[in-house]
T-cell receptor, first 106, second 122 residues
Framework: SYELTQPPSVSVYPGQTANITCSGD??????AYWYQQNPGQSPVLVIY???KRPSGIPERFSGSNSGNTATLTISGTQAIDEADYYC?????????FGAGTKLTVL | QVQLQESGPGLVKPSETLSLTCSIS????????WTWVRQPPGKGLEWIGY???????NYNPSLKSRVTISLGTSKNHFSLKLNSVTAADTAVYYC????????????????WGQGILITVSS
């Protein structure tokens, strides 16, 4: 079965850039999606189709996807960005999530 | 604004069937795909399966033998059944809308319910 690999944790200082990676076999040939989840809340879509931002998502969130790795980039990270982030893709119509990355804003 | 709401019993006994309903307001089932995702306490998200507006389904291979997702009799809800549950099925269960056909890989989960905690225990 298809697998997506994320680092368990990423730390960043306020104002710096956070990069969260998601790796999978030929992931660049598929679309990658990113979700933000705060404690006790439902996930929120922050990036879809590799690099598109839904309405209401700040411009500091961006995405890329090439080769075997998709990356969620948060520029000028703020304290409110501290959350769990999950990547997701579809493999033969089957949904696949990464294990999640906890972003800590120091 | 589309809103989704999960409902069902919070406690299910081992070996029994978990049944949940997702009610949709502010929109209809037509033209979209709909999915269930679960999250065990303290763990990550697990995709369960989806159903299309015309009833096509696909399930997580690890759950396929125990899962059924179906459309409601009205156009504003769909359901999940998971049979032969064990403690490992204890999780928060979410329903969500999928914006495009998964077969094309183009579907984002853009609206989510608030989730419902289901505990499997005797």
């Amino acid at each position: 079965s298809y697998e997506l690999t994320q680092p368990p944790s990423v730390s960043v200082y306020p104002g710096q850039t956070a990069n969260i990676t998601c790796s999978g076999d030929k992931l660049g040939h598929k679309y990658a999606y990113w979700y933000q989840q705060n404690p006790g809340q439902s996930p929120v879509l922050v990036i879809y189709q590799d690099r598109k931002r839904p309405s209401g998502i700040p411009e500091r969130f961006s995405g890329s996807n090439s080769g075997n790795t998709a990356t969620l980039t948060i520029s000028g990270t703020q304290a409110i960005d501290e959350a769990d982030y999950y990547c997701q893709t579809w493999d033969s119509s089957t949904g696949v999530f990464g294990a999640g990355t906890k972003l800590t804003v120091l | 604004q589309v809103q989704l709401q999960e409902s069902g019993p919070g406690l299910v006994k081992p070996s029994e069937t978990l049944s949940l309903t997702c009610s949709i307001s502010g929109g209809f089932i037509s033209d979209y795909y709909w999915t269930w995702v679960r999250q065990p306490p303290g763990k990550g998200l697990e995709w369960i399966g989806y159903i299309s507006y015309n009833g096509d389904t696909n399930y997580n291979p690890s759950l396929k033998s125990r899962v059924t997702i179906s459309l409601g009799t009205s156009k504003n809800h769909f359901s999940l059944k998971l049979n032969s549950v064990t403690a490992a099925d204890t999780a928060v269960y979410y329903c969500a809308r999928v914006t495009g056909p998964p077969v094309l890989g183009s579907g984002a989960l853009d609206y989510w319910g608030q989730g419902i905690l289901i505990t499997v225990s005797s």
